[in-house]
């Protein structure tokens, strides 16, 4: 008797243990049949919603403790959107911290914008490879920014949104143009119309010289007021990508019809790089007002309208 006395604490402490460590795991472990996943959680998505997702991912058992152990914590409003990794089975209160603290398990999101890429191909990308940031939300905020996000490699992490992007895109924007104050300056235009231009000649030139010598004949015809007469243009008038004009569309109504409207367009037509900026500011300086990209992929240039014609003859057939 005296034995079993003595033996009695350590059985109740071991009875307990097991109790406890049962406890843990029909409670605060993750499921039996965890697999690995990636859970999207929303922008102001409620603490309820987000314990759902997690216990139909079968990340989580029970979707009220993961409410109380954030409203526990004060971490309930703190709920950072984004995907997450599940990729190994971890227990309730970690899987609090993560979602409350943006660990993500994921590594940033590489997204490379190419040169002349316009904000509705930017906002497709995003959506692609951002999903939690809606193509059509961001195309809204990016369109009067359009030659102002610079194209660029960039890292974005998970929980990237509409504004942080915009805002990472046009301070690379910024930091880019800076060293080229002075060459603005002593063009004597406009920063908007420096951009414009510049992004013309990114989709009318393939190559630095191309595009400086491009330059050269847009400014040439704007000093003699004719029509720029870009081609271009109508792929932004009609948001496509690639874009070659019928007769029909020279005579669109839209201020972006630089066949019918002398002058530059009311702002750019995409997003263009260095190179192009670089070409509008340091233009090849030539008599030139014409110029085509024949069928043997070289530019040709003419002085008059009949010279144009006779390129058009020998390179366009």
Not at 8 to 32: D, K, M, N, Q, S
Not at 195 to 212: H, I, Q
């Amino acid at each position: 008797m005296d034995f079993l006395t003595r033996q009695t604490p350590w059985a109740i402490a071991f009875v307990l243990a097991v109790l406890l460590v049962g406890g843990y795991r029909l409670t605060f472990a993750p499921p039996a049949d965890f697999s690995e996943s990636i859970v999207v959680i929303g922008r102001g998505a409620s603490a309820p919603a987000i314990a759902g997702q997690l216990a139909t991912a079968q990340v989580i058992r029970h979707p009220a403790l993961l409410q109380i152990a954030l409203r526990l914590s004060g971490a309930s409003e703190r709920v950072q959107a984004g995907a997450y990794l599940f990729a190994k089975p971890e227990n309730l209160f970690v899987v609090a911290y993560r979602i409350s603290s943006g660990t993500y398990g994921l590594p940033p999101v590489r997204i490379t914008f190419p040169e002349g890429i316009t904000v509705r191909q930017i906002a497709a990308l995003i959506s692609e490879m951002l999903p939690e940031v809606a193509a059509a939300d961001f195309l809204k905020a990016a369109r009067p920014h359009e030659g102002y996000l610079f194209p660029d490699t960039y890292l974005f992490p998970p929980s990237a949104d509409t504004a942080s992007i915009l805002a990472l895109l046009r301070a690379n924007f910024d930091t880019k143009i800076a060293p080229l104050a002075a060459d603005i300056a002593a063009s004597g235009r406009s920063i908007s119309d420096i951009v414009t231009l510049a992004s013309l000649v990114e989709k009318e030139g393939r190559t630095t010289e191309s595009r400086r010598m491009v330059a050269g004949i847009l400014l040439n015809r704007l000093k003699l007021g004719m029509p720029l007469q870009v081609d271009a243009v109508f792929g932004y008038i009609n948001g496509r990508d690639t874009y070659s004009p019928s007769l029909a569309d020279l005579i669109i109504n839209s201020p972006y019809n630089t066949y019918t409207h002398k002058g530059l367009p009311p702002g750019p037509i995409c997003n263009p790089g260095m190179d192009a900026l670089q070409a509008v500011l340091h233009p090849t300086k030539s008599s030139y007002l014409y110029y085509l990209t024949g069928k043997d992929d070289r530019m040709h240039y003419a002085t008059t309208f009949a010279e144009h014609q006779a390129n058009r003859q020998k390179y366009l057939r």
